[in-house]
DNA sequence: GTTCTTACA
DNA sequence: TGTAAGCA
């Protein structure tokens, strides 16, 4: 039986984004559906590719990254080249979001200690006068 | 009503 | 990516 398809508003419904970013997905080269005239058809293959793609940027891998991944489907080898590569690409994530929140806890700390000094001094003006 | 392209923010 | 214009 013919394959099912999904018009791109079908699609942009059920990820929960906009027409306008499958199309900029199409543009960046991430996904190529067939067309029908003008319309685009996306077949399952194309569906999953965008499900992916998403799933990725979730956890901070940029477009490309994704697509680099996403491109080394080999089931024909367990994949492991493309699961190996993406458990490399994730130790670096968390790496990186580590140090965010390392760099966050500082600056929020750097607060605290401002936003102390103001009140005290406040608070001195306030016995002076 | 839905999709498309193009262009600007 | 959002938004808008002008088509099909």
Do not use: W
């Not at 491109?71 to 130790?91: C, F, K, T």
């Not at 600056?107 to 401002?114: F, P």
């Amino acid at each position: 039986m013919p394959e099912k398809t999904y018009s791109i508003s079908d699609l942009a419904s059920e990820f929960g984004v906009t027409t306008r970013t499958i199309r900029f997905y199409e543009e960046k080269g991430l996904v190529t559906p067939r067309r029908e005239g003008q319309k685009r058809l996306y077949n399952q293959a194309d569906r999953v590719r965008i499900k992916l793609i998403l799933r990725g940027k979730r956890i901070g891998m940029t477009l490309d990254e994704c697509v680099e991944v996403i491109d080394m489907y080999d089931p024909e080898h367990n994949n492991a080249e493309q699961l190996h590569s993406l458990i490399a690409r994730v130790q670096d994530k968390r790496a990186r979001f580590e140090q965010q929140r390392r760099d966050i806890d500082e600056m929020l700390k750097g607060l605290d200690e401002v936003q102390a000094l103001c009140e005290s001094a406040l608070a001195e003006a306030g016995a002076a006068n």
